[in-house]
């Protein structure tokens, strides 16, 4: 088990709605990494937090917004939701920008 | 662009026999590669990573692995499989051009039987 805890477990909402998903890293670890796994995929790459910046980003539209908090927790905002959205949505955390990073549990989004 | 590719999508293995899963990369640097483990309907845990050194990396539960550069390649082997290693298995590269994004195959289903 790592110490990366996810919030809600699992979420449904319709097609427009906005969404906020919550991550708290492991202790001692400053960055926050998100992936999107559809079902039956590889986890994809959204973005990743360094010390409350924005340290990188995938190819994911602007909907798809984050923050990192002081104590480097962190959300993923999903705003106009589309059917596409649904997916397990992992938070990873890690001591650094180039170190290992340790998944949480997920939350499971289902859009309707 | 980096990738990592899992040729197999699904492997049967009977308990007791021996495992090897394989994963091949493109990447243009030196590769910091990953193996994780997904049981259904959970995170992903981290078996073992390689990031320099000897090639042969030891991990958890009885994994190990082999970085060979000349082809590419970094597989995932076990000598006897258990039932509960039936899993998700996904293997990584770290992508230190944007941000520290990890790159994902599409990964290997391993089914056990008895």
């Known amino acids: 088990e790592t110490g990366v805890t996810q919030s809600p477990t699992h979420l449904i909402k319709t097609r427009g709605q906005q969404v906020t998903l919550r991550c708290s890293s492991q202790?001692?670890?400053?960055?926050v990494s998100w992936y999107q796994q559809a079902l039956g995929q590889g986890p994809q790459f959204i973005f990743q937090?360094?010390?409350?910046?924005?340290?990188g980003r995938g190819n994911f539209p602007p909907r798809f917004s984050g923050l990192q908090f002081p104590n480097y927790s962190s959300e993923l905002n999903v705003n106009a939701l589309e059917l596409d959205d649904s997916a397990l949505y992992l938070c990873a955390s890690s001591r650094g920008g180039g170190e290992t990073q340790y998944f949480g549990p997920g939350t499971r989004l289902l859009v309707l | 662009a980096q990738s990592v590719t899992q040729p197999d999508i699904h492997i049967t293995v009977s308990e007791g026999a021996s495992l090897e899963l394989r994963c091949n990369y493109s990447?243009?640097?030196?590769?910091?590669l990953f193996w994780y483990v997904q049981s259904p309907g959970q995170g992903l845990q981290l078996l073992l990573k390689y990031f320099s050194g000897d090639t042969l990396v030891q991990g958890i539960k009885g994994f190990e692995a082999e970085f060979k550069r000349s082809q590419s390649s970094f597989n995932l082997r076990k000598p006897s499989v258990h039932w509960s290693d039936a899993a998700e298995y996904f293997c990584?590269?770290?992508?230190?051009?944007?941000?520290?994004?990890?790159?994902f195959g599409k990964g290997t289903t391993l089914s056990v039987s008895s």
């Open positions: 202790s001692g670890h400053n960055t």
């Open positions: 937090y360094y010390r409350e910046e924005e340290n």
């Open positions: 990584a590269v770290g992508d230190y051009q944007a941000g520290t994004a990890l790159i």
């Open positions: 990447y243009g640097a030196t590769p910091y």
